[in-house]
Structure formats: structure tokens, C-alpha cells
């Protein structure tokens, strides 16, 4: 039996409990693997001076695999998020998150099987930004009433979104290739190319001509992006694999995450050419953390997407094989599946689940 080497970096709140929920359904699948545990997160830059330390990308550099818990991110002020960070240092382009129902989770839908393929390096979500009343601010201002591009209020902080054809080939044709290996039909490409031309406008331009490789072999659809967010609440089963720039991405899947039953439930991967770093959706919970409430599922079955790409593809479809039979009984359901579900009886701890799904490993 193969061994392999994978970063776990448990990161802050509940990733904590996730993560060790985690580590004990893989290691009962039977799957040898050395976790080289690292850290990062609001949690250590007490410790390291910083919330990404070098050598925690080393590790992942090393071991070309991780498993990451969230990590907490400031809002409006502090350091820049050690997500965006680490996508950029490791070139993880690609963000894929699977969606599906999962009978007895609570889900508005039993039908549900999409994949959110979400850009991951450029766009608003990038964080390039200038200060309001920054002198960055105050000439890209000027650039913009010189070049009659639109005027801007002189008190205003500035994000910049930009899209390249250079990322949204890439992402489009990931999508595609996506499609193909898997034998799903379509890619749907979301957008607000009427209002903004030149950024989502490009995006759209260069989806269009990618499709055009794939004519015959995969479907292409275009979706302007707040009907698609209609869409998908009313009708989710017309979607196969939708490709979003980022930022959009980001707020499909945790709307996407609410129609299966949650963020407790919702797995993803990030991936470039060289690694792989897989999570789940959903952030630290602070409102939770370290109760011992935390659903699991999400990073469990990010780690089932790990066992596939590590070619442990037995294990992988072990896990999932528990994870559906722990929600189809119905005995040992977190407290966010129990709300969802509306479900009668006491919220199972983080543990209790936990030891329910390796009781029910084939
Ligand atoms: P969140 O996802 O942490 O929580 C939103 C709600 O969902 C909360 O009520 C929480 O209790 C619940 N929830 C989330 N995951 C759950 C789980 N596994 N089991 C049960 N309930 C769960 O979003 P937030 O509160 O907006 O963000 C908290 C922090 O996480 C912020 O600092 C944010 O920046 C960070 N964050 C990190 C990541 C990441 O590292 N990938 C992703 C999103 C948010």
C-alpha cells in the first residue's frame, strides 16, 4: 500500500475540531498517510509573528497535498486574508466545489448534483485596493476623469476588479476538461457582462470562444449572474458545472451549500498545475467553536476529494458510502442538520457524529 505525505493545516475556531474529525475518519479508511501538521491563522500570529508562516508553504511545496481547516480573516482591518495568500503563493488557480443532496441532511432539494468551478487568483476578490484619501487612491481617481473612463467621489477607498483572458482561459477550459473526465454535459458560465464589459465582458468573450473547442462533446450556456442566482434557488437540477469569475464564485457556493442542507455539508478543493489544497466552504464559526458542535461532513468529504487525487479512489467512495448511511439513519445529526431538517432528538457533538461515521465504514 502506497503511503503519502499531506500538509494538514487545522487552522482557527472550528477548524480545530474538523480537522482532528478529519484526520480520524481518513486514518480508519486504512489509508497510510504522514501528516505533516502546520499552522496558520488569526492563532498564529501570536506565536509566529504572522498568519501565514514560510514554513507552512514549504510543507505544502514539499508535499504537493493539503488539507486545510478555515482560518479566520479580520474584517475591514488587520492582515490580508491567508486564503487569497496561500491560493496566489501556490498558484491554485482553480477552486472546485461539488454540490449534492444528501438524503436525510435537510437539504430544500433531493435532486441536487452541480459543480461551482470559481476562479481563484484575480477579480475584486484578489484584494488589490487603494486607502480612501491615499495618494494611490487620489491618482487612479485623476487617470479616470483624464481618461473619461467615469468620475469617481474624491473620499472613496478603492478595490480593483480585474479580469485577464489569461486566468479565464484557463479557468473556462479547467471547466471544460472538468466536464469531459467526469461525463457531465454542460458548463454554464455566469457573468455580468451587460454592465461590466470589459472585465466580466471579457470573461464571457473568451468563455464563448473555449466553448467552441468543446462543441459536440460538452454544452455551453451563459447566465447572467443575478438570474442565475434565481435559478438556482428555484431550479437547480437545469445546472451541471457552472464556471464563475471569483468573487461570484465565492458567494454561488455558500448559497449553492443552502440548498443541499448548509455550510456544514459543503466540500471543496483548490488546485493549480504543481498542488493541491483542499477545504471545505464554510469559515471558523466563531460563534461555535470549540463546543464540540462543528459538522464535520464538509471537511470530511473534501478529504474523500483528496483520497481521489491521491488515487486512493477505494477509501474515497468508503467514506462517502458512511458519510450517506450516518444521514440516511438519522441518529447521530449535528445541531445545523437538526435546524435544517427540522429532525426531532438531541444534536450529535462533533465526536459522537464522528465516531457514528467510522462505525459505518464498509
Ligand atoms: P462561517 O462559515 O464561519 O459561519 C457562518 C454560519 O454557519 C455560522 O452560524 C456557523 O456557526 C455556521 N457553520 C459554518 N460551518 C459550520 C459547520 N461545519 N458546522 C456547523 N455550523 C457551521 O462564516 P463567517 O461567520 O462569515 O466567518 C467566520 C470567519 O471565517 C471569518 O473570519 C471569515 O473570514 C472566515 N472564513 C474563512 C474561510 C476559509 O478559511 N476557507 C471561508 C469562509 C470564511
Not at 481617481?141 to 477607498?157: F, T
Not at 467512495?317 to 449535528?334: F, Q, S
Request: glycine residues 10%.
Amino acid at each position: 500500500m502506497a503511503q503519502h505525505k499531506v500538509t494538514l493545516i487545522p487552522g482557527d475556531g472550528i477548524g480545530v475540531e474538523t480537522s482532528a474529525a478529519m484526520r480520524r475518519v481518513v486514518e480508519a479508511s486504512g489509508v497510510d498517510i504522514v501528516w505533516d501538521v502546520a499552522p496558520a491563522g488569526a492563532a498564529c500570529v501570536e506565536t509566529h509573528g504572522t498568519p501565514l508562516p514560510r514554513e507552512t508553504i514549504e510543507s505544502v511545496r514539499r508535499t504537493k497535498v493539503a488539507i486545510k481547516g478555515p482560518v479566520a480573516t479580520p474584517v475591514g482591518t488587520g492582515f490580508r486574508s491567508v486564503n487569497v495568500a496561500l491560493r496566489k503563493e501556490l498558484d491554485l488557480y482553480a477552486c472546485l466545489r461539488p454540490v449534492r443532496s444528501l438524503p436525510g441532511a435537510g437539504g430544500r432539494y433531493d435532486d441536487v448534483d452541480l459543480v461551482i468551478v470559481r476562479e481563484n487568483s484575480e477579480d475584486l476578490y484578489a484584494g488589490v485596493e487603494f486607502e480612501e484619501g491615499s495618494e494611490g487612491a487620489r491618482r487612479l481617481i485623476e487617470l479616470c476623469e483624464e481618461e473619461g473612463a467615469g468620475s469617481i467621489r474624491p473620499d472613496s477607498g478603492i478595490s480593483i476588479k480585474s479580469i485577464s483572458v489569461t486566468a479565464s482561459e484557463r479557468i473556462v477550459r479547467h471547466a471544460f476538461e472538468y466536464a469531459l473526465e467526469r461525463g457531465r454535459k454542460k458548463v454554464t458560465a455566469a457573468h455580468k457582462a451587460n454592465i461590466m464589459k470589459h472585465s466580466d465582458g471579457l470573461f464571457l468573450r473568451v468563455a464563448r470562444d473555449v466553448a467552441k473547442e468543446y462543441e459536440g462533446r460538452v454544452a455551453f450556456d451563459e447566465r447572467i449572474m443575478d438570474a442565475c442566482c434565481m435559478n438556482l434557488v428555484m431550479d437547480p437540477t437545469q445546472f451541471d458545472v457552472i464556471v464563475f469569475p471569483n468573487l461570484y464564485g465565492d458567494l454561488a457556493s455558500d448559497l449553492a451549500a443552502g440548498l443541499v442542507g448548509g455550510l456544514g455539508l459543503a466540500p471543496g478543493a483548490n488546485v493549480g498545475e504543481e498542488y493541491a489544497v483542499f477545504e471545505a466552504v464554510h469559515g471558523s464559526a466563531p460563534d461555535i467553536a470549540g463546543q464540540n458542535k462543528a459538522n464535520p461532513t464538509a471537511q470530511i468529504m473534501s478529504a474523500a476529494m483528496m483520497l481521489d487525487h491521491l488515487g486512493e479512489t477505494d477509501a474515497a467512495a468508503r467514506i462517502r458510502r458512511a458519510v450517506c448511511a450516518v444521514y440516511a439513519e438519522g441518529a447521530h445529526l449535528t445541531g445545523d442538520i437538526r435546524r435544517a431538517s427540522g429532525s426531532a432528538g438531541a444534536p450529535a457533538t462533533c465526536t459522537e457524529f464522528t465516531e457514528a461515521l467510522v462505525a459505518a465504514l464498509d
